[in-house]
């Protein structure tokens, strides 16, 4: 499975960014997608998924100002960012896996390149 990410930039806090993410190389239906981040300094952490049967995970720090989505006939996964924060400022990935995707990034098999999204104050 490749992974292609793209939709990052930079955005003033308070605003919103959407981040997309392409699965290509197998049908991604049945695997769990989602997203992590990695600020400078900081290790990789868990920001949201989407599991294959419909249910959906947030990191408490980006619950009720991210949503995650999916598109299985696109074999795509979204990433709608309202109110960013400062603290959102990161290198965005998209995961993949054909097993349940936790709050570790040793539980993603699949990653896609990264993207920047960049909050200023």
């Known amino acids: 499975v490749q992974l292609q990410a793209s939709g990052g930039g930079l955005v003033e806090a308070g605003g919103s960014l959407g981040l997309s993410c392409a699965a290509s190389?197998?049908?991604?239906?049945?695997?769990?997608m989602g997203w992590f981040r990695q600020a400078p300094g900081k290790e990789r952490e868990f920001v949201s998924v989407?599991?294959?049967?419909?249910?959906?995970d947030y990191a408490d720090i980006v619950k009720g100002r991210f949503t995650i989505a999916r598109d299985n006939a696109k074999n795509a996964v979204y990433l709608q960012m309202d109110s960013l924060l400062l603290e959102d400022t990161a290198v965005y990935y998209c995961a993949a896996s054909p097993f349940r995707i936790g709050t570790s990034a040793t539980t993603v098999h699949y990653w896609g390149q990264g993207t920047l999204v960049t909050v200023s104050s």
């Open positions: 989407s599991r294959w049967w419909g249910g959906t």
């Open positions: 190389g197998r049908a991604s239906s049945n695997y769990d």
